[in-house]
């Protein structure tokens, strides 16, 4: 009953490091950028824009779909980077459990 007592006080304090994790990931910022740096976006971790940044070279109305373009594929760069720092977050976290292979937290 020891074992599982243990247990418990570990997934107590696992989801109270989880918590402050979560919080935490609201003020990381990542930034993705397309087009050789010439658009540039920054988020949250979590995948909250909050800027985006465009040369004024790109500013030519004839080619308003290349920005477009450009645009969406620095908010991917940034996604990825997001979810990539959100991983590593919680792989500290876990650090140490015994969870089963291939289980992924949070569930």
Known sequence: ???LMGIM???QAMQEKMANIQSE???VEVEGASGGGSVRVTMTAKGHLKTIQIDPALMVADER???EDL???AC???RGKAETTMQERM???TKGLPLPP???LPF
């Open 65 to 67: 779909e290349i920005l």
């Open 71 to 73: 645009i969406v594929a």
């Open 25 to 27: 990931l609201d003020t």
């Open 102 to 104: 291939g289980m992924k």
């Open 76 to 78: 991917n760069d940034a």
């Open 9 to 11: 006080k570990q997934a």
């Open 1 to 3: 009953m020891r074992d």
């Open 91 to 93: 792989a500290e976290l």
